[in-house]
């Protein structure tokens, strides 16, 4: 099992980048693939970007490619969002998830979820 634990959240000027961080607990990061989703208000929850466990392979969604970089340190039991160039339609709770099965960016292959953390863009 692993518990995670999300920061780096806050309210941020359209235009301006935050950077995302999730901590794991345990010896096992490194087995897991790591992913970043978001949930809008009256929305449901969205995949962001993925990250497998060797950090040979990244998937992001349409709307945040060129934008947002995913990375992880396995050494660090850490992975990140880097986000640039925001915008309003950016503003959600950002979630961090782990996963073993199988690498992808359906929600539900990922097992173990953090509490999240509000990101939010003005205009």
């Known amino acids: 099992q692993v518990q995670l634990v999300e920061s780096g959240g806050g309210l941020v000027q359209a235009g301006g980048s935050l950077r995302l961080s999730c901590a794991a607990s345990?010896?096992?990061?490194?087995?897991?693939?790591m992913g970043w989703f978001r949930q809008a208000p009256g929305k449901e929850r969205e995949f962001v970007a993925a990250v497998s466990r060797s950090i040979t392979s990244t998937y992001y969604a349409d709307s945040v490619k060129g934008r947002f970089t995913i990375s992880r340190d396995n050494a660090k039991n850490t992975v990140y969002l880097q986000m640039n160039s925001l915008k309003p339609e950016d503003t959600a709770v950002y979630y961090c998830a782990a996963g073993r099965r199988l690498f992808g960016t359906t929600l539900r292959l990922y097992d173990y979820w953090g509490q999240g953390t509000q990101v939010t863009v003005s205009s």
């Open positions: 345990g010896r096992t990061f490194s087995t897991y693939y």
